[in-house]
Antibody
């Protein structure tokens, strides 16, 4: 059974940093692109970033470029999102998702709240 | 960026009704469109991919179609468990973009 389990969310002050993790199991992690998708409270879905199987290609939505970094460790089946210079508008549930096109598998989400 | 417009933003229908949601892409995305169902407080669930392919395990009352840059999502006989918000998403180009969603409830 495919499982994606996010962790690392929480309350952070504007300008602060947070690192999200996503532990993957039930599939061969190293052969899939992986992505982060977020959803602000009461709002729609927004793709955030994607990373290729070997980590050598990474893509970001414009509002997070230069502040967020997606990475992965295929040895331990883990995906990460390092978030720096956080802003109030980054407040959202962050989902880890398998793939780069459509998303068949999603994690349960990790809430990030940016507030003073 | 490819903009996805979705209509209506909400609808109310009776059990057994046929429900139709449309999604329009701002440019050609071929068949690179998916539909998701999100129930309150839950994770989005993939229903349709490649515009018209039904995801495994999804009831056959759900369907999708394409006409140019216009995409249609249909629930053939609305059931109480279909109460949710439905999103379209294009994956022809980066950034991937979602429609704003259609909230469906029971009349």
């Amino acid at each position: 059974e495919v499982q994606l389990v996010e962790s690392g969310g929480g309350l952070v002050q504007p300008g602060g940093s947070l690192r999200l993790s996503c532990a993957a199991s039930g599939f061969t992690f190293s052969i899939y692109w992986m992505s982060w998708v977020r959803q602000a409270p009461g709002k729609g879905l927004e793709w955030v970033a994607s990373i290729k199987q070997d980590g050598n290609e990474k893509y970001y939505v414009d509002p997070v470029k230069g502040r967020f970094t997606i990475s992965r460790d295929n040895a331990i089946n883990s995906l990460y999102l390092q978030m720096n210079s956080l802003r109030a508008e980054d407040t959202a549930v962050y989902y880890c998702a398998r793939g780069v096109s459509y998303y068949r598998y999603w994690g349960q989400g990790s809430l990030v709240t940016v507030s003073s | 960026d490819i903009q996805m417009t979705q209509s209506p933003s909400s609808l109310s229908a009776s059990v057994g009704d046929r429900v139709t949601i449309t999604c329009q892409a701002s440019q050609d995305i071929s068949n690179y469109l998916s539909w998701y169902q999100q129930k309150p407080g839950k994770v989005p669930k993939l229903l349709i991919y490649d515009a018209s392919n039904l995801e495994t395990g999804v009831p056959s009352r759900f369907s999708g179609s394409r006409s140019g840059t216009d995409f249609t999502f249909t629930i053939n006989s609305l059931q109480p468990e279909d109460i949710a918000t439905y999103f379209c998403q294009q994956y022809a180009n980066l950034p991937r973009t979602f429609g704003p969603g259609t909230k469906v409830d029971i009349k």
